[in-house]
């Protein structure tokens, strides 16, 4: 199987998270948006085998799993299996980092990672 950036792609995933913008502040007490960009790689949902392609995982206040273990799902691992690119995300006051990781069709990290720069948000 061909997995995004094992180098059997177009070029290299490029993984990114298009709002809120890395040092923004939001407003704490109500859910705020967070969208998902990407270049490079398709987006397909969970289960769905299908050369250079995954789905979008939330990273909150947590680091990225190694290449090739799957990610947990739990409140700081938010799973998009469904193909979604943005979500709703209320977190309580304080600082707090987002990052993405891409899944294949197992919820498992690509070798390589495809992973987005860690940033980070103030809820207040």
Do not use: C
């Not at 398709?42 to 799957?70: C, M, R, S, W, Y």
């Not at 938010?78 to 995300?89: I, K, P, Q, R, Y």
């Not at 006051?93 to 069709?105: A, E, K």
Request: avoid cysteine; hydrophobic fraction near 35%; proline fraction near 11%.
């Amino acid at each position: 199987m061909a997995f995004a950036a094992d180098g059997n792609g177009p070029a290299k995933p490029y993984l990114y998270i298009g709002w809120p913008n890395n040092g923004e502040v939001v407003s704490a007490g109500k859910p705020f948006r967070v969208w998902f960009g990407l270049r490079n790689m398709g987006v397909a949902p969970k289960g769905v085998i299908f050369p250079n392609t995954g789905h979008h995982h939330l990273l909150i206040d947590t680091d990225p799993p190694p290449a090739g273990q799957e990610i947990p799902s739990d409140r700081n691992h938010l799973h998009f299996g469904a193909g979604e690119t943005e979500t709703m995300v209320e977190l309580p006051p304080g600082r707090h980092t987002l990052q993405l990781v891409m899944g294949d069709d197992k919820h498992v990290v690509h070798n390589p990672p495809v992973v987005s720069k860690k940033i980070t948000i103030t809820v207040r």
